[in-house]
């Protein structure tokens, strides 16, 4: 297996799934490093927030947020905005 970017074994410790050598492959194939940051950044109130966190364009941000939770990968709460996958087990659930 060729090796992928820091980046998203960085989100496999963020959701506590270091231990699961397949899934730092798996999100790179369901995200862009970009993307990657934005998980990195949650939780968060909005989209405001993680784009003034990254420095970034706030409808770009919008933009990949909304890939994200299609993707099952960022999550909306009633309270508190929105967060990403907990763990690998609640990535499958999605």
Known sequence: MSEVNPIYRKVCAHVRAEDYDFVPKVLSLMMTP???EILLTMPAADAAEV???L???IAEV?????NLFEKG???FRKKGGMRTFYSVTELKDT
């Open 34 to 36: 970009y993307q990657a």
């Open 51 to 53: 784009a003034g966190k």
């Open 55 to 57: 420095g970034r364009d």
């Open 62 to 66: 919008e933009k990949d947020i909304q």
């Open 73 to 75: 990968l960022v999550l």
